[in-house]
């Protein structure tokens, strides 16, 4: 395929994608159905009915191998019993590999199944005695040559007082003791882009917005005030930064409480977020409202379009999720969420966090990005074998903002090419090309080259100049080196969540205790072992006593040993007194998010 006519394609395909995002299907046209039942939410099992018109002979059907993660996660393994009907009569069913089944009939295809959903957070689907809260690309079959047509998705026997909440319209209808809710979507990919929450949720609109943004509250204690307070500030500063916003209704999914999962998923017009209490929404809603934006519309064409049965490899998430964190950063400082003393100990933070893995050496932006289907491998997270494209982009986003204001003397700015960018790219309906696209766009904005930076620390891994580029916006970089603790082995966890010792470091107190490769730990100070030993490490001290009970060769035996120690370098960003008029013009600009008009002479 010639380069002119792959381009056709693709904007082609954008522009279908922002067609399916419109609205609901329209009257005159057959849509692929489904109905989900949830009348026994303590099962955990959603009885899902797909019916399919129109099968001139045979039909294939698929469940998704991926979703939400960048993650192979086979979502059929949850599925059982699948049989299918055309018309009244049943219809032979073929399971052709573990996500495809084929089925041979004519007319109106019906098929049902189960599956078996009940794990919690925002990447996930879960059904219990408290909620259901719904990826539908989880939960449903789609038709491979068909996904571009209408569906309908409808919830009979939903149990009361529970309600459902989606980014598009509800449709309700109460029945006896159970209510029925149902939704329309352009396509069955538009419909995956939609998670559904069910429950007795707490639901408002935030106000003094300039769109319709409403929020839908599961979980425990929160504050109504905090949420609407810091949600409104968020959205209104990224509206704004961004011209406009490119949705006429929105919804936050906020799952809040011990056991919510943590993180957020970002949708084209609703985000999920699972956090232990609201004290920790602002860091995650700003980044995942900004994505609105970055990954949903101003998207890579890596990424499109998308292809449900295997991994789909990009270059480009260090921009998309690294650079969508510097702007969580920014929009918390510039919103005053934060004070500036909070955004530099960020930028300390996720320096000193790159700077600690020594896989920084040799694995760029890039790489790290094209990787990310790895990071399902705890091996693979390891300091020693990976850097996240999170944390370096993020870095290369600050750095790169500061580099175009010193050279077009803060006139211009990183605001501005994410702003070019939706113009050029998601207004016009077109995916941009990696970091190509991203380093035309700097310089079109700067007016020169930006070819080195991004050969030596975006596609290579140059040391990154922090010294140098952070001394143009008038701050400085400084070190501390302080001891932490440390556990003396790697520890690896399995699927099933059994941890079993990786590496045993040569001369550490756990190796003097006896501890081994291979050893599986069962008990941790005659408790359970801590889900994130990382965690657990970090908030101890050096010498503290560990007593592990542990498995080896079918024999079990206790071990005690201290926690080691280590000198750990941390940076910390702080302003220079000495900067010069130029640079505090920079650093006021990147704080406050504004740029500089030369006066018409």
């Known amino acids: 395929m010639t380069a002119q006519s792959s381009r056709a394609r693709a904007t082609f395909l954008a522009m279908a994608f922002f067609v399916c995002m419109l609205g609901s299907p329209g009257p005159s046209r057959a849509a692929i159905k489904y109905e989900v039942s949830i009348s026994h939410p303590e099962q955990h099992i959603f009885h899902v009915t797909m019916t399919i018109p129109d099968v001139s002979r045979e039909v294939t059907v698929q469940m998704p191998a991926w979703n939400a993660l960048y993650q192979i996660r086979d979502f059929a393994s949850h599925v059982r019993r699948v049989e299918a009907f055309a018309g009244t009569s049943v219809a032979p069913i073929e399971k052709v590999d573990k996500e495809t089944w084929r089925v041979t009939g004519q007319g109106t295809i019906t098929i049902r199944y189960a599956t078996y959903w009940d794990d919690v957070g925002p990447f996930a689907t879960q059904l219990n005695g408290e909620h259901a809260f719904i990826?539908?690309?989880?939960?449903?079959?789609?038709?491979?040559?068909?996904?571009?047509?209408?569906?309908?998705?409808?919830?009979?026997?939903?149990?009361?007082p529970w309600r459902a909440a989606s980014a598009g319209p509800i449709l309700e209808e109460s029945m006896g003791g159970a209510r029925n809710f149902a939704l329309d979507a352009r396509s069955y990919d538009a419909l995956a882009d939609e998670p559904i929450e069910i429950s007795n949720f707490k639901e408002f609109r935030l106000p003094g917005l300039p769109v319709d943004i409403r929020v839908a509250v599961h979980g425990d204690e929160w504050s109504q005030k905090k949420i609407e307070g810091e949600l409104s500030r968020i959205c209104n500063y990224e509206i704004k930064m961004m011209d406009g916003a490119p949705f006429e209704h929105y919804l936050f999914i906020l799952h809040i409480g011990r056991g919510a999962g943590g993180g957020g998923m970002e949708h084209a017009n609703s985000t999920a977020i699972g956090i232990p209490s609201d004290e920790y929404l602002s860091g995650v809603a700003a980044h995942e409202f900004f994505h609105l934006w970055n990954v949903k519309r101003i998207r890579p064409s890596t990424l499109e379009p998308v292809d449900y049965t295997k991994e789909q490899y990009t270059?480009?998430?260090?921009?998309?999720?690294?650079?969508?964190?510097?702007?969580?950063?920014?929009?918390?400082?510039?919103?005053?969420i934060w004070n500036k003393e909070r955004f530099y100990a960020d930028l300390g933070d996720q320096i000193s966090e790159l700077e600690?893995?020594?896989?920084?050496?040799?694995?760029?932006?890039?790489?790290?990005?094209?990787?990310?289907?790895?990071?399902?491998?705890?091996?693979?997270?390891?300091?020693?074998?990976?850097?996240?494209?999170?944390?370096?982009?993020?870095?290369?986003?600050?750095?790169?903002?500061?580099?175009?204001?010193?050279?077009?003397?803060?006139?211009?700015?990183?605001?501005?090419?994410?702003?070019?960018?939706?113009?050029?790219?998601?207004k016009q309906g077109k995916f941009y090309r990696d970091s190509l696209d991203i380093r035309l766009e700097a310089e079109k904005v700067a007016g020169g080259s930006f070819e080195d930076f991004f050969r030596d620390y975006v596609a290579a891994a140059g040391p990154l100049p922090y010294q140098q580029i952070l001394g143009l916006a008038g701050l400085e970089l400084k070190t501390v080196e302080h001891k932490k603790p440390v556990l003396g082995f790697v520890p690896e966890r399995d699927s099933s969540g059994t941890i079993t010792v990786r590496i045993v470091d040569d001369g550490s107190p756990a190796a003097e205790a006896g501890l081994h490769s291979g050893d599986v730990i069962l008990k941790w100070n005659d408790g359970d072992v801590p889900r994130s030993l990382g965690r657990w490490v970090r908030e101890r001290q050096p010498g503290e006593i560990v007593k592990v009970r542990i498995r080896r060769e079918e024999k079990e035996q206790t071990l005690q040993f201290k926690l080691g120690e280590e000198k750990e370098v941390l940076y910390q960003v702080a302003e220079d007194s000495h900067a010069g008029e130029k640079a505090r013009r920079i650093r006021e600009g990147l704080l406050r998010g504004i740029t500089e008009t030369v006066p018409a002479h």
Do not use: C
Request: charged residues 25%; negative net charge; glycine residues 6%.
């Open 135 to 160: 990826n539908p690309a989880m939960i449903l079959f789609y038709v491979p040559d068909r996904r571009g047509e209408d569906v309908h998705l409808s919830f009979p026997d939903v149990p009361a």
């Open 315 to 336: 270059r480009a998430l260090w921009f998309a999720e690294g650079v969508t964190s510097t702007y969580g950063a920014y929009t918390l400082m510039r919103s005053g």
């Open 356 to 426: 600690s893995r020594p896989a920084n050496r040799w694995q760029s932006a890039e790489q790290s990005s094209l990787d990310a289907w790895l990071e399902k491998y705890s091996l693979y997270n390891g300091p020693e074998d990976s850097v996240s494209y999170y944390t370096k982009g993020q870095l290369l986003g600050d750095l790169l903002d500061i580099l175009i204001r010193d050279r077009t003397n803060n006139e211009k700015s990183l605001d501005d090419v994410l702003r070019g960018m939706n113009m050029d790219f998601a």
